[in-house]
Each structure stands twice: as C-alpha cells, then as structure tokens.
C-alpha cells in the first residue's frame, strides 16, 4: 500500500519431465482512492491548573495517530505556546521501531511543560497552545489548540493609599 503500485504474484513450475519452467503471474491493481493518508493531532492540557499565578506550570501533551492505511514520514511539528515561542519538541513515545515513521495506526505521544508569566496573567485573555502537524504524504497541515481559561477572580490588582498629615 505504501508503495503504490500493482500487487505481482508471480510462480514458477518445473518438472523433470518437461523442459523449462512453466510460468504465470496474478496481478492485483492498487487504486489510488484506496491509498489513504490521514492522521489525526489531539492537543491537551494535562494539569488541571487555575491559571492564576505567575510561575504556574502547565503540562501539555499532543497526540498524533495515523488513521489511514499508509505510513507517514517526515513528521513536521509546530508547537505555538501562549506566549508565542514555539520550542523544541523531545521525542516522542510511541514511535515503534524508534524508525521515525508514523505507522499505520500507531501514535505519537509528545509532553510539553509551560511557565504561566506575570505578562499571561496581566494580559487576563485564555492561554492558547496552538499546535500544527504536516507530513509528505498528507497536503496541508493538522491543527488544534489547547486553552486554559485565565479568570476574572484570579486577576487581583491592588493597592492601598494612605495620606496622613505631617
């Protein structure tokens, strides 16, 4: 399947009996409609964190399951944290054969921690962890977002004046 082309059974018969091999093949054409490239990215925050403090940790995992009948190669991720750095990725688990191929329904399995910062929690709006997934074999990317809700309760600005006279 991953291949493409025409599945070729081919035999060979000889006797002693009868010179030289009598021969024929069985040929079973592979579509292109049945070669199916798809996979699906599912994007998750782990910690169940209220994000209100700087210096709170966030644990992201992003998940990434071959579902159509053909391997997947070059593995592209792009991961967008909320302040908008996008680090590197360590390895992931799941990779079978650690060969760098996404296998037919296998899945890659990627942790990610994120520091919440003084400017997150400043800023007041959801924390957003964009991720987004191509591959050779599939056109365009695969997208999805994990969002971590930065309360009103949790913004807390105050200060105290005190005017006395001297």
Do not use: F, R
Not at 50 to 63: F, K, P, V
Not at 117 to 135: E, R
């Amino acid at each position: 399947i991953n291949n493409g082309t025409d599945l070729v059974n081919h035999v060979s018969v000889t006797t002693s009996e009868v010179p030289g091999p009598v021969e024929d093949n069985a040929t079973t054409p592979v579509t292109p409609a049945a070669i199916n490239g798809s996979y699906t990215v599912v994007k998750t925050e782990t910690t169940d964190v209220n994000a209100s403090a700087a210096g709170q940790i966030l644990s992201y995992e992003i998940n990434v399951t071959n579902t159509g009948n053909v391997d997947l190669t070059d593995i592209n991720i792009t991961d967008t944290m909320p302040d908008g750095s996008t680090p590197v990725l360590p390895a992931p688990t799941g990779d079978t054969g650690s060969d760098s191929i996404l296998g037919v329904g296998e899945s890659w399995i990627y942790a990610i921690d994120y520091n919440i910062t003084q400017a997150d929690i400043n800023n007041g709006t959801d924390l957003v962890n964009h991720v987004s997934v191509t591959t050779s074999e599939v056109p365009g990317p695969v997208e999805d977002n994990a969002t971590t809700p930065v309360t009103p309760a949790a913004i807390n600005g105050s200060y105290t004046v005190v005017k006395t006279e001297t």
